[in-house]
């Protein structure tokens, strides 16, 4: 008899340890009802069809429908989401989300005359529409969509971009397809003595083997792979990096990164002084990768050799109830508002809690404007990551349910940009928390390196990838061929500027750039390095400060997009078009390894 403990099945899970979605929607025959009055609404878009511009009551009359279908879809969209993520293979949810987008697109389709027309409307005339009583709430909004104008082709030229759609994303479709279906990287042999097959997710898993065959005999095979398909997987490449460039070109922006940057209103100056902190600060990371070679006995390191933890883990279980308990403990800086209503959601029914069958894998928030924001985890008590996993989705519940109270349904969905602030400013209270708390050197010294690990990993190695872009994309611009030769060039150059003169890079690794599926999505990983470093300096400001400190972050979670990032940041307390933030998170970084470095 097998004593594999099997994952129970979705019906005989208990109610308690799932979340409610009552909030959304009651039921499926609710979502039915909804649904259907969702479908019926669609057609009503061409009464406005062609009158944005007779009058600003016509156009508020426009925007007012618009927003008002958008919330009924968040609400239908979000709810069919959620119930396919507790089980993947219940065909009656897949059938409700499938039913659900194809009547998204449908009203999608049927709204895509708003954008055109208010640009068409003369200027003179538009800035009497927006000086006016009916327009004032759509004021943010439309001022937002005009910045756009000089960006915007006409008719014809803008219906020719969007027929590109499809063509336009085949040079990813071909690399999730190369990535996920047709390498194969056969099976490696784990420290247990059995077969693993190797592929993109299990290689994570195999780096964190504590025998240096698995995680060296792993990297190699799994590379091989790569070199045998490197002049495809150079050439989609290429062609995701020229895309960019062309769009770029075609609306008249003057790079593709200014193109990428503008949504947001970021100058490149953030994106510059990004790279030049990271730049002046590798020293530090060099140390680090020089503590562990050291500390992990060996005579040189090489890249499998830096997921591996340093020491093993802390042997500790947390119930989901100790957990909450925890993180609330190390969120009391946030005041009695913040923990009561967080206290109120962990407890209750906002998180569906454990691993079932079928259910989607991971962890992750999702905030709207209607429903509580609910959080996906799949908790395991004798995992300490699954605390800080919790903590983190715990920090994008309650940014969404401050910004839902705060903000009216247009303004309330933050940015990307913003996004990973509020999560990882609670992961550094946790860490602080627990690490305030060990028992032993030991202790703090397994927490300090998941700290460093976390910011080496956050920042350095996607402000790496940024810089990457960057100079890919200029490239092509200059009108350079990206070649293999190329592309392996420039990233060994980073390499070796970012793992230092002591690190032992091998070969294979100048292909990891043809590995990494956010290079499709050009110029947005260095949102993730930006929004730890605001975190951590914004996070030292609270814990630090007083009343005023705090105010000025509570007033952050509570400004949905009712600003501009820079701006909502800005008024937090912390200035990411100034390389301080930055430098913060980095000089922090770099007395975790000294103090590592003594520990050891």
């Not at 998204?104 to 049927?110: K, L, Q």
């Not at 003179?124 to 000089?150: G, P, V």
């Amino acid at each position: 008899m097998s004593n594999i403990k099997s994952l129970p099945a979705r019906s005989t899970v208990k109610a308690a340890d799932t979340w409610d979605l009552s909030s959304l929607l009651a039921s499926d025959d609710e979502w039915e009802e909804a649904f259907k009055q969702f479908e019926k609404l669609i057609p009503n878009f061409t009464k406005h069809r062609r009158k944005l511009g007779d009058s600003a009551a016509s156009l508020a009359a426009c925007l007012k429908f618009d927003s008002a279908l958008d919330r009924l879809a968040e609400r239908l969209g979000t709810y069919a989401f959620l119930k396919t993520t507790e089980d993947q293979v219940n065909s009656d949810y897949q059938r409700m989300i499938g039913r659900f987008q194809n009547v998204a697109v449908r009203a999608g389709e049927a709204a895509s005359f708003i954008r055109p027309e208010i640009l068409a409307i003369p200027k003179r005339k538009l800035d009497e529409f927006l000086a006016s009583k009916e327009l004032k709430h759509y004021r943010l909004s439309l001022e937002r969509l005009l910045r756009f104008k000089k960006h915007t082709l006409g008719n014809k030229e803008e219906q020719l971009l969007a027929m590109q759609g499809e063509m336009a994303q085949a040079a990813g479709k071909a690399f999730r397809q190369l990535l996920d279906a047709d390498l194969k990287f056969g099976s490696v042999k784990d420290e247990h003595g059995e077969q693993i097959e190797l592929g993109n997710s299990t290689l994570s898993q195999l780096m964190i083997s504590p025998k240096r065959s698995v995680r060296k005999t792993a990297f190699h095979q799994y590379y091989e792979q790569f070199t045998g398909h490197e002049n495809t997987l150079a050439a989609t490449l290429s062609g995701s990096i020229q895309k960019d460039v062309y769009y770029a070109r075609a609306r008249g922006y003057d790079s593709a990164l200014a193109s990428a940057l503008y949504s947001d209103n970021v100058p490149q100056a953030v994106y510059d002084n990004l790279i030049a902190s990271v730049r002046k600060n590798l020293p530090a990371v060099h140390h680090y990768y020089d503590v562990r070679r050291r500390k992990m006995k060996l005579r040189d390191i090489h890249h499998y050799d830096t997921y591996v933890p340093i020491l093993s883990e802390l042997s500790v279980k947390h119930t989901w109830k100790q957990a909450v308990k925890i993180i609330l403990k190390s969120l009391a800086p946030l005041g009695s508002e913040y923990g009561a209503v967080l206290e109120k959601g962990l407890n209750g029914r906002w998180s569906d809690r454990y691993p079932n069958k079928g259910k989607q894998s991971g962890a992750f928030s999702c905030g709207t404007y209607d429903g509580d924001p609910y959080i996906l985890m799949n908790y395991k008590p004798e995992v300490l990551d699954d605390v800080f996993t919790l903590a983190h989705e715990a920090g994008h519940s309650m940014h969404s349910y401050f910004s839902a109270q705060q903000q009216s349904f247009e303004y309330y969905n933050y940015t990307i940009f913003v996004a990973e602030v509020a999560s990882t400013f609670n992961e550094q209270l946790l860490s602080r928390h627990l690490m305030a708390g060990a028992h032993d050197d030991k202790a703090r010294a397994y927490l300090i390196n998941r700290e460093i690990d976390g910011i080496r990993g956050t920042i350095v190695r996607q402000t790496m990838f940024a810089e990457f872009e960057k100079i890919s994309h200029e490239m092509a611009e200059a009108g350079e061929p990206l070649t293999v030769a190329a592309f392996k060039d420039i990233y060994r150059q980073l390499l070796e500027a970012y793992f230092g003169p002591d690190f032992a890079i091998d070969n294979e690794l100048s292909l990891e750039c043809m590995r990494i599926p956010h290079f499709y999505r050009a110029f947005y990983v260095y949102k993730y390095a930006t929004g730890l470093s605001a975190a951590i300096a914004l996070s030292k400001r609270v814990v630090e400060g007083g009343d005023t400190e705090l105010n000025d972050y509570l007033s952050f979670l509570k400004g949905g997009c009712s600003k501009f990032p820079l701006d909502l940041l800005r008024d937090a307390g912390v200035d990411m078009e100034s390389p301080a933030p930055v430098d913060t998170a980095l000089s922090h970084f770099g007395a975790l390894v000294n103090e590592l470095d003594s520990l050891l």
